[in-house]
């Protein structure tokens, strides 16, 4: 055999043992309905396809898993999955099915392609930024909820106010406790915990552990609860001083000019973007996101002898691209959903509208 067989030789077993290696990705973050879901094991890809631990992904979307000798089973979500180790094919429902890549058995752990599992179990799957983000069936239910309460499943999570405390309450009607911080804001909450903020800080609150992880300071954005409360695009979104537009001093008066922008940001505090800037002067709160707009309160500033005022705004609403910028209402205005449409309010009469997603559209 000459020396060029041999080296095409070698490469060819090389590519072959790197193929059926596991490469993993313990640094991909995954989320589930924007909390992090955790392992004790590392998820890996095959053949470009990511594979996670089957009880991670099955149980955080709701279904149980039966595993008996190569076969598994995967029930939720008027869905059962029939799947077998190292195969290729797989029954959703009786329908067969082809996988990109088959479940294996890794140091006793039995792993499954994330995306198939994902989207059989009508969950939304979206890689974003070396990053996996699943909305469940749950996740449509809280994103229409009203601000600062989420109701997952059959029980409902809020901010008790006065003290901040964070409480579940049940079909019983009984509240429970979940944590005793000042909360301001609650931004996300899946079947293994929930993400919130306080005054300085967003932290992740795991159930079962009953322990919280600082994610990261919260001083980019203020305040803490201009934070949209339900984003299904992998990241939120809040306000703050623009960055990317400055006022120019004022001198001898009492107030200062200032520009004021919404920004979107991972729930795990990277990827910070400047997204849209308001007009001068104008603060931006209340940030919801809906259907690929985000909607908002711009205050109106007031100039005074003593200094600069602020007026409640107009509800408005731009695209998450930053384009379109849309005014909903007067001046003193606020602002709800509806399963159709938003409704503003607005003025010292009273003034209302409201406004169809479809005629938005």
């Known amino acids: 055999m000459n020396k060029v067989k041999r080296i095409m030789l070698l490469l060819i077993c090389l590519v072959l043992v790197l193929q059926s290696?596991?490469?993993?990705?313990?640094?991909?973050?995954?989320?589930?309905?924007?909390?992090?879901?955790?392992s004790e094991v590392s998820p890996f890809y095959s053949n470009d396809t990511l594979l996670v631990p089957a009880r991670l992904i099955s149980e955080e979307l709701g279904a149980t898993v039966d595993w008996q000798n190569e076969q598994i089973d995967i029930s939720g979500n008027n869905c059962n999955i029939v799947l077998y180790v190292g195969q290729n094919q797989a029954d959703v429902n009786g329908i067969s099915q082809n996988l990109s890549a088959p479940p294996q058995i890794i140091?006793?752990?039995?792993?499954?392609?994330?995306?198939?599992?994902?989207?059989?179990?009508n969950a939304k799957v979206l890689y974003r930024d070396q990053k996996v983000f699943l909305y469940s069936t749950?996740?449509?239910?809280?994103?229409?909820?009203?601000?600062?309460?989420?109701?997952?499943?059959?029980?409902?999570?809020?901010?008790?106010s006065g003290t901040g405390?964070?409480?579940?309450?049940?079909?019983?009607?009984?509240?429970?406790?979940?944590?005793?911080?000042?909360?301001?804001s609650l931004l996300a909450v899946s079947r293994s915990g929930l993400v919130y903020t306080n005054y300085r800080w967003v932290f992740y609150y795991n159930f079962a552990a009953k322990q919280r992880i600082e994610f990261y300071q919260n001083n980019d954005c203020f305040p803490p609860y201009a934070y949209s409360y339900y984003t299904d695009n992998g990241n939120f979104y809040c306000s703050g001083y623009a960055e990317s537009k400055i006022a120019l001093p004022v001198s001898n008066q009492k107030y200062s000019d200032s520009y004021y922008a919404i920004f979107s940001i991972d729930i795990d505090g990277a990827n910070k973007k400047e997204i849209f800037v308001e007009e001068i002067n104008c603060p931006i709160r209340d940030i919801k996101y809906r259907d690929g707009w985000i909607y908002y309160i711009a205050d109106v500033s007031v100039k005074r002898d003593y200094g600069i005022d602020y007026a409640a705004g107009s509800v408005n609403r731009v695209r998450a691209d930053g384009t379109g910028k849309q005014q909903l209402s007067g001046e003193r205005g606020s602002y709800y959903f509806t399963d159709d449409g938003v409704y503003c309010k607005w003025g010292y009469n009273g003034e209302s509208r409201f406004w169809s997603f479809d005629e938005l559209d």
Do not use: C, M, W
């Not at 290696?21 to 955790?38: E, G, L, M, T």
């Open 165 to 184: 405390h964070i409480l579940k309450q049940g079909q019983s009607g009984e509240s429970e406790l979940i944590i005793d911080d000042e909360a301001l």
């Open 138 to 160: 749950n996740y449509d239910g809280a994103l229409h909820f009203k601000s600062g309460t989420v109701k997952y499943g059959d029980d409902v999570y809020f901010i008790e």
């Open 21 to 38: 290696k596991p490469v993993y990705a313990a640094d991909i973050p995954i989320f589930v309905d924007n909390v992090p879901a955790y």
């Open 107 to 121: 140091q006793g752990r039995l792993f499954v392609p994330l995306r198939f599992i994902g989207e059989a179990l």
